[in-house]
């Protein structure tokens, strides 16, 4: 029963833009601090965003500080990404995460022209 599923992700050209939506279940999600990771081909899978459960606090890598923004609405049990500026080196498999432990299916992003 717990679950979280990714939707969003695509093709989307340099300086374009991405809302990435992580729909939560099965366990009780306003406790929970979600974060996003991603993972491009050959690289290590790396910590993006994350947020308090409450929304009250935030962090970002510094890759993505100013054009990434990280939120979530407790009463829809969803978590988003809004990716803003996206640039070439974004392209990567992005995840959402719940408690360190859940993990959503990934949803592909891809900045290319």
């Known amino acids: 029963q717990v679950q979280l599923v990714e939707s969003g ?7 374009g833009s991405l809302r990435l939506s992580c729909a939560a279940s099965g ?3 306003w406790l929970a601090r ?18 308090a459960p409450n929304g009250g606090s935030t962090n970002y890598a510094d890759s993505v500080k100013g054009r990434f923004t990280i939120s979530r609405d407790n009463a829809k049990n969803t978590a988003w990404l809004q990716m803003n500026s996206l640039k070439p080196e974004d392209t990567a ?12 299916q990934g949803t592909q992003v891809t900045v290319s022209s």
């Open 93 to 104: 498999v992005y995840y959402c995460n719940a408690l360190n432990i859940v993990w959503g």
């Open 9 to 15: 992700g695509g093709l989307v050209q340099p300086g």
């Open 34 to 51: 979600m974060k996003w990771y991603r993972q491009a081909p050959g690289k290590e899978r790396e910590l993006v965003a994350g947020i």
């Open 27 to 29: 366990f009780t999600f």
